[in-house]
């Protein structure tokens, strides 16, 4: 069986890293509150969490079927886009979130947006998730008037832009013919 001959590595395409001396730590009192214990942690992580759950004016938060029925009919826009989700125990809810409010800001005058939290049950409880058939979250449907256009499950911004777009008329050159 051959050996494998030796590797050749010229000495100037050698990446050395720098020597980096160990910083000293500084003196902790056992006694004082440390990390997320401490005071300031606490709060600072209260204020991440109150700003996480702010709503814009552009959303509207409806989590009762016939409260989204009757905005529906209401409404003198006729394109809605409702999100199922659930605050507390969705991580693709929480990473789309920005994305969403994005859109809201963007399209508001033109589309209603709408989030529906379905709570920590899952949308199996929660009536308007029944009626919508929401088998995932986050879970964004598309409504002409009571019609039903389109639906995205996950966070997908791409699908989640081509809805909004759909709603609104706007086409997208996607580069193709």
């Known amino acids: 069986m051959p050996s494998n001959p030796p590797i050749y590595m010229p000495r100037t395409a050698l990446v050395i890293p720098p020597h980096r001396p160990k910083v000293a730590q500084p003196a902790v009192d056992a006694d004082a509150p440390t990390g997320a214990d401490s005071p300031d942690a606490q709060s600072e992580t209260l204020d991440a969490d109150k700003e996480e759950d702010k709503i814009p004016d552009s959303v509207h938060q409806i989590n009762d079927y016939e409260d989204i029925q009757r905005f529906i009919a209401e409404s003198k826009i006729k394109s809605t886009v409702i999100q199922f989700g659930a605050r507390h125990n969705c991580p693709g809810c929480r990473i789309i979130k920005p994305y969403w409010h994005q859109l809201a800001e963007s399209h508001h005058p033109r589309v209603n947006f709408v989030y529906c939290d379905v709570g920590p049950d899952g949308a199996a409880t929660n009536e308007a998730g029944v009626k919508y058939k929401i088998t995932a979250m986050p879970a964004f449907v598309f409504l002409k008037g009571d019609l039903e256009?389109?639906?995205?499950?996950?966070?997908?911004?791409?699908?989640?832009?081509?809805g909004v777009d759909q709603l609104t008329g706007k086409r997208r050159n996607s580069g193709g013919l």
């Open 149 to 162: 256009i389109n639906r995205v499950l996950g966070s997908n911004k791409g699908k989640l832009l081509e």
